[in-house]
């Protein structure tokens, strides 16, 4: 059953939206009600532990370690796990146009995920800290839903994932003398409801000539009549003109 390659890069998408919502926060610095400067807020994926780490770092003319510059935000997949709530029918599936034309693929139910975010807020002070998530919580209500391809090859199968903030918990590392860097942080965390699709069956030719027979029950070798219907021309791919022609063919008993 494993082992036939497909990748949808379901993960790799759901991870770029979700950084992509964060990626655009600026902090803005004023002198009364002047802008004197506008700072857009670095994003990277990551533990937080990393950039901790690399705000302990002190510069060094000798060297190339320098110190991390805040405010910065970073985050990380914490989880992922099966929501069983949303599961439906795996063996219900779709049609949609093949990969060759003149065909018609399957694309079956996906299996429903949740995929758990941390993003982390480290700043120098309160005052940037409550800026930034001051442009972040409002979207979220608690949900904010993104509407996206899942499949690549198949540009009319369309998806959405829903992220919603289930928690914001403060925190301050600083400890010792004053001359220690301070590092105020703010972890939101986020679940979002991911749909996994499986491998597609590529099906077959897409039927373009039905015939029908009408025959006695007890006789079935007796035909009363018959019905026919052709795609016209048939050549014609769905977005083409195309009729469907009607043909009957009745006997006397």
């Given at each position: 059953?494993?082992?036939?390659?497909?990748?949808?890069?379901?993960?790799?998408?759901?991870?770029?939206?979700?950084?992509?919502?964060?990626?655009?926060?600026?902090?803005?610095?004023?002198?009364?009600?002047?802008?004197?400067?506008?700072i857009?807020?670095?994003?990277?994926?990551?533990?937080?532990q990393?950039?901790?780490?690399?705000?302990?770092?002190?510069?060094?003319?000798?060297g190339?370690?320098?110190?991390?510059?805040?405010?910065?935000?970073?985050?990380?997949?914490?989880?992922?796990?099966?929501?069983?709530?949303?599961?439906?029918?795996?063996?219900?599936?779709?049609?949609?146009?093949?990969?060759?034309?003149?065909?018609?693929?399957?694309?079956?139910?996906?299996?429903?995920?949740?995929?758990?975010?941390?993003?982390?807020?480290?700043?120098?002070?309160?005052?940037?800290?409550?800026?930034?998530?001051?442009?972040?919580?409002?979207?979220?209500?608690?949900?904010?839903?993104?509407?996206?391809?899942?499949?690549?090859?198949?540009?009319?199968?369309?998806?959405?994932?829903?992220?919603?903030?289930?928690?914001?918990?403060?925190?301050?590392?600083?400890?010792?003398?004053?001359?220690?860097?301070?590092?105020?942080?703010?972890?939101?965390?986020?679940?979002?409801?991911?749909?996994?699709?499986?491998?597609?069956?590529?099906?077959?030719?897409?039927?373009?000539?039905?015939?029908?027979?009408?025959?006695?029950f007890?006789?079935?070798?007796?035909?009363y009549?018959?019905?026919?219907?052709?795609?016209?021309?048939?050549?014609?791919?769905?977005?083409?003109?195309?009729?469907?022609?009607?043909?009957?063919?009745?006997?006397?008993?």
């Open positions: 059953m494993l082992g036939n390659h497909f990748d949808h890069n379901t993960f790799r998408k759901i991870t770029g939206i979700f950084g992509t919502l964060f990626n655009e926060i600026s902090l803005v610095r004023k002198h009364g009600a002047v802008v004197k400067d506008t857009k807020v670095p994003l990277a994926y990551g533990p937080k990393k950039f901790l780490a690399r705000l302990e770092q002190q510069p060094d003319l000798a190339n370690k320098v110190a991390l510059q805040l405010p910065r935000m970073s985050f990380e997949i914490t989880s992922i796990l099966p929501d069983f709530t949303r599961m439906k029918n795996k063996n219900n599936f779709c049609l949609v146009p093949g990969t060759t034309e003149g065909t018609r693929s399957k694309v079956y139910n996906p299996v429903p995920y949740i995929v758990s975010y941390q993003l982390n807020i480290i700043t120098k002070t309160e005052t940037d800290v409550f800026e930034i998530i001051g442009q972040i919580l409002p979207t979220f209500g608690p949900s904010f839903t993104v509407n996206f391809n899942p499949i690549d090859d198949q540009p009319t199968v369309k998806d959405k994932v829903k992220f919603t903030l289930t928690s914001v918990s403060p925190s301050d590392d600083y400890e010792g003398d004053f001359l220690s860097r301070r590092a105020i942080i703010y972890t939101l965390e986020f679940d979002a409801h991911v749909n996994l699709f499986g491998e597609i069956d590529a099906g077959g030719e897409v039927i373009k000539s039905a015939t029908v027979n009408f025959k006695d007890t006789d079935t070798d007796e035909l009549g018959t019905m026919n219907w052709d795609v016209n021309p048939s050549s014609a791919n769905v977005d083409d003109t195309y009729t469907v022609d009607v043909t009957e063919t009745w006997y006397d008993e």
